[in-house]
């Protein structure tokens, strides 16, 4: 058992039933329409349990965004792995988040569209936890600059935002089995945002490593 600021985790399995089904009521009610007895009764507990692990509503959507980028970051992790060349890292990486993002995993979904519903030091937490995701494509950006890769005079921040932008759009109209499929979509994504920022002439140097 580990207690983590106005939170307790009992067990690692029972939290992530919890915060699951907590995600699907979020989803399907709004996050101001759902209430703390209800996801107890979706979860057959007693509201004093609950209580006892989650001390108010904010701290369980708080920790259910700590759990899905937790989850979201293992999966990118493991879209990238044994890959060296920097621009195809990122490139798969952008694919791999797209997919995540359309999976129609109720906690992705309530990390994009109700941390606004946060305030006070809630929302303080969320801005920590989106910066260690922020920090993973930090990364990746910064790889690239480093190793001439990018424009001189590009802002990498700025790119990195918009592409955020653009990527997370996505969740709000892609539809399967639509007129666009998922890898079309990353490979124009892919497309448009390089030609702007990367240094073409370094593409195919095989001294860039």
Known sequence: MKKIRDYVIVDDAERERVLTI????????????TTVRQIAEACKMLPGSLHYRYKSKDSILVDMMRLAIDQTLRQLKLSVAGISDPMESLRMAVQAYLEILVSENDMVYVLLFEWRALEGDALGEMIEERDRFEQYWKKHLSVLKRQGYIKNGIDVNLIRLIGFGAVNWVATWYRHGGRYDLKGIADTIWITLTAGFINPSLLNNPQIK
């Open 22 to 33: 907590a995600a699907k009521l979020f989803r399907s009610q709004g996050y101001e329409k």
